[in-house]
């Protein structure tokens, strides 16, 4: 579902016929219909609601996993999701090589972008 500002049909700052100025901004103000979420007027984003079902359920489906060192990626199987824990560059740089090595994939983190800019530095 695609959440609109309010009135933004009216005013080209609020986005009529600009994409990008078309963004979600809270409702706030006393007599707000939005705010109250009045029959009629378009829906306000709250808890339940989703993007597209369809990636919803890829993730249900694998399993997320906060990786701290190496030995924990080797935990993850083929159906995990690696995510990077606060840890620091020279760690994060062993866990990157490694997962090259086993071909997966860190979310947000981009593996060869990272090596690549470790070359460079030495």
């Known amino acids: 579902m695609n959440f609109l500002r309010r009135s933004w049909y009216r005013f080209s700052r609020l986005g009529k016929g600009r994409?990008?100025?078309?963004?979600?901004?809270?409702?706030t103000g006393r007599h707000n219909k939005l705010r109250n979420k009045r029959k009629g007027y378009s829906a306000v984003p709250s808890v339940g609601y989703s993007r597209n079902k369809k990636a919803r359920g890829k993730i249900e489906?694998?399993?997320?996993?906060?990786v701290y060192n190496v030995k924990d990626l080797g935990k993850i199987g083929k159906n995990g999701i690696a995510i990077l824990g606060k840890v620091g560059r020279k760690k994060k740089l062993e866990i990157a090589k490694k997962a090259k090595e086993m071909k997966m994939k860190i979310v947000g983190l981009n593996i060869d972008?990272?090596?690549?800019?470790?070359e460079k530095k030495k």
């Open 61 to 66: 489906e694998r399993i997320p996993m906060i």
């Open 19 to 27: 994409k990008k100025k078309q963004k979600w901004r809270n409702p």
């Open 113 to 118: 972008k990272l090596i690549k800019k470790t």
